[in-house]
């Protein structure tokens, strides 16, 4: 049973970026952007999070140092395709591909470099709970941040006026836009928001998941995270349950090993890749239900007055 209760703790860890990041995009997406380059944002967000992290010592001014490169780097994204209307698919591509160089580039230094040693944290009383506490409260903040977070989004975008408005420029820009709304500056908003969420997730992944910089730290999560959204049909609380469940799968490959299982270890890394691909064939399969759920206008450009 203890060995349960860690693989579910371990689990929660390993999709508490994978859910940051998806619902960030998921943001992005309600208000009809399309963004490619989640991948070489976290990337830059996790080396900008690791260097801060390693000269204050600090988890907070990590985060929020992580959220920033990230919120950056979707500003000029946004710029492009809001204002200079880029290709939306193109410029995320050429996003992720910069974000990989960059960040390669910036942390040669802090290659071999450690962090000291992490605060182990843990929720009182509920914590000495058998079973229930070594699976569930004995985490670290960010993942109960992370429940909380899709709360408020499932608020937001269903409950309050704001939502409303955003999900409307996501099926509608034409009409938002003739009702008085600025749809271009609420996109910005959104990847920038968007950008900051995916942000936060590569801090995580270099200052509390790893905690350690190399090259290609997130390895893919970006794209899950991608693929998590359609998974998930832009809903929130599917976003947080799916990000469970592919977290899950990667802890499934290191616990498999650890019981011996003779298994090639390069099988068992492809485990999490292999899900996301046979999940996305399964939905595919209902392309009707896709349209339905998916926001009409996104990956498609807005011009004021066309």
């Not at 009702?179 to 609420?186: A, D, I, N, P, T």
């Amino acid at each position: 049973m203890n060995e349960i209760a860690l693989l579910i703790a371990a689990s929660l860890m390993a999709g508490t970026p994978l859910a940051l990041a998806g619902l960030g995009l998921l943001v992005n997406e309600r208000a009809g952007v399309l963004n490619l380059g989640a991948e070489g944002m976290m990337l830059v967000a996790a080396v900008t999070g690791f260097a801060v992290a390693f000269a204050s010592g600090s988890d907070t001014l990590a985060f929020i140092a992580g959220a920033a490169a990230g919120g950056v780097l979707a500003a000029g994204f946004g710029v492009l395709v809001i204002w200079l209307n880029t290709n939306q698919y193109a410029t995320g591509l050429a996003l992720s591909l910069f974000g990989y160089g960059f960040s390669a580039f910036v942390g040669v230094a802090f290659v071999g470099q450690k962090l000291a040693e992490r605060t182990a944290f843990e929720v009182p009383v509920l914590a000495q709970i058998p079973f229930v506490g070594p699976a569930l409260f004995r985490q670290h903040p960010m993942v109960y941040l992370t429940v909380v977070l899709t709360a408020v989004l499932i608020w937001f975008l269903y409950k309050s006026r704001a939502g409303l408005v955003l999900r409307a420029v996501g099926e509608s820009p034409e009409s938002a836009h003739a009702l008085g709304y600025k749809v271009r500056l609420l996109r910005l908003a959104a990847v920038v928001f968007g950008g900051a969420l995916c942000g936060v997730a590569g801090a995580f992944l270099s200052v509390v998941y790893a905690p350690l910089w190399v090259e290609g730290l997130t390895a893919g999560r970006g794209w899950i995270a991608l693929a998590l959204t359609t998974f998930a049909t832009w809903r929130p609380i599917r976003v947080l349950l799916g990000a469970y469940l592919f977290g899950g799968v990667t802890m499934l490959q290191f616990h498999l090993q650890g019981q011996g299982v003779e298994i090639a270890a390069q099988l068992l890394a492809m485990l999490p890749y292999l899900a996301t691909i046979v999940v996305l064939a399964l939905i595919s399969r209902n392309a009707a239900f896709i349209r339905i759920n998916m926001p009409a206008s996104l990956g498609k450009s807005f011009h004021p007055g066309s």
